[in-house]
């Protein structure tokens, strides 16, 4: 079995042959690979390796940034401790880092490594830990990030190339940190040797940020988080596809308009429904409203079928000329002595509401020119030989309010007055007076 001379020996070539192919960091990357340990690594000094052939050893002190009173030393398994030339500075945070690059002889991976810090003597050591370089390497943040549309609703796609690491591109887990305006920050993890990411379920017309860093997946090599690669930006595709909605808009005006069409081949039967129609009085009183107004009392003198203007239009029909049957005493008897007619108002003309007028006549005027109609049988309760009153305006009644006088006639044998036979010596004194409407 060959001895750690000979590992030391082997390790150093293979190192420095890693070194030309792989390169070198670039310069300015401390201090944000020093950010990172400091926020994970908390054993001092913490030591980390870019690309394995490689090895860098810091601590921060609240000393002055003076190197000369301090040693780094390390060395392989059991070899002999060597030391190491240390640098100092002041941080932003105004405390003294001191650090040390290791040799590439010293970079060995899977062969444990022992570093000390020692204080000036007789002090103690100030830091001593073991480590193992393969289990502490810091990659650079992956290149080329890209982000575009995932192909559906709220998705988005990202794209990266791996770090400059040989012989760990396919065992470097990633994460990816997206970051919308007003929304929570949300972190998906990647798998191993995976260069492409779709990630769904985010706010659609919404732009985000998106970072990627990267890290060994901790089965053959481990190590740290490396720092986030620079930000890269897209809009996520709207919740509701364009041309979607444009095609159910269109289809949905298509349907509204097919829908209006049926009802307008329908509308009457529509209006039916929704509006009844209202029963009104002209069906049944023809001519009520059209020839005479709406005046009830003239539409039942006169009649279907004469002529009448509406009230207040226009000016006044001419009367119609009219029949009039005088209604005396009972055949035999003479005329009743004329009475004097009562005074009348003179006419003031027809009333606006209302264009019904009254005549007051007397039967036993000599005005009165009575017809001699064909005679019919008399009506029940007239008297024997009353001739039938005949016309279309024989409708004869009472003046209204006026009591209806009718005549006593004394008995033959000289008893009281009553109801009988009218004798024959001559009509009673007083006669009813009639109204005639015209």
């Known amino acids: 079995m060959p001895g750690p001379g000979v590992l030391l020996a082997l390790g150093g070539l293979l190192a420095c042959a890693r070194g030309e192919l792989g390169g070198t960091a670039a310069p300015g990357d401390f201090e944000v690979e020093a950010g990172v340990l400091l926020a994970e690594e908390p054993l001092d000094p913490k030591c980390f390796s870019r690309l394995l052939h490689d090895l860098t050893c810091f601590w921060e002190s609240d000393a002055p940034p003076d190197p000369r009173p301090f040693r780094l030393q390390y060395r392989l398994e059991q070899e ?20 040390c690059s290791l040799p590439p002889a010293a970079a060995v991976a ?10 000036p003597p007789p002090a103690p050591p100030l830091h001593h830990r073991t480590l193992f370089i393969d289990q502490v390497v810091l990659l650079g943040p992956p290149e080329n990030v890209s982000v575009g549309p995932g192909g559906a609703r709220g998705q988005l796609c990202v794209r990266w190339q791996p770090p400059p690491s040989p012989y760990l591109e396919s065992s470097l887990a990633y994460e990816l940190a997206l970051q919308a305006p ?3 920050p949300r972190t998906v993890g990647v798998g191993a040797g995976r260069r492409e990411q779709r990630v769904g379920a985010l706010r659609g017309s919404t732009p985000y940020s998106v970072r990627v860093r990267a890290r060994p997946d901790g089965l053959s090599y481990g190590g740290y988080w490396s720092p986030w690669s620079p930000p890269a930006t897209a809009v996520t595709p709207p919740d509701v596809d364009p041309v979607t909605l444009g095609l159910s808009c269109l ?4 349907l509204l308009g097919l829908g209006l069409l049926g009802l307008l081949g329908h509308r009457r039967l529509l209006q039916e429904k929704l509006w009844p129609p209202v029963p009104g009085p002209e069906r049944e009183f023809e001519g009520l ?8 009392q003239l539409w039942l003198c006169q009649g279907v079928g004469a002529p009448w203007p509406p009230p207040g239009g226009g000016t006044e029909a001419e009367e119609l000329p009219s029949v009039v049957e005088e209604v005396g005493p009972p055949p035999g008897k003479g005329p009743p002595p004329e009475a004097p007619l009562p005074p009348t108002a003179p006419p003031a003309g027809p ?14 005027s000599a005005l009165l020119c009575p017809r001699g109609p064909p005679r019919d049988p008399p009506a029940l309760g007239d008297p024997p030989g009353s001739p039938p009153p005949r016309g279309p305006y024989a409708n004869l009644a009472p003046q209204k309010g006026a009591p209806l006088d009718i005549p006593k006639w004394p008995p033959p044998d000289g008893g009281p007055p009553g109801d009988g036979e009218p004798p024959g010596l001559g009509p009673p004194t007083l ?8």
Do not use: I, K
Request: charged share 15%; glycine share 8%.
């Open 110 to 119: 899977f062969v444990p490594l022992e570093v000390r810090v020692l204080p």
């Open 431 to 438: 006669s009813p007076p009639y109204v005639l409407c015209s």
């Open 251 to 254: 289809l949905a005006l298509l």
């Open 351 to 364: 009333s606006p509401a209302s264009s019904f007028e009254y005549t007051l006549f007397d039967p036993g």
């Open 182 to 184: 007003g929304l929570p």
């Open 80 to 99: 002999a401790w060597q030391g190491c030339p240390l640098a100092a500075a002041r941080t932003r945070r105004n405390r003294s880092r001191f650090w």
């Open 289 to 296: 409203f059209s020839a005479y107004g709406g005046n009830f």
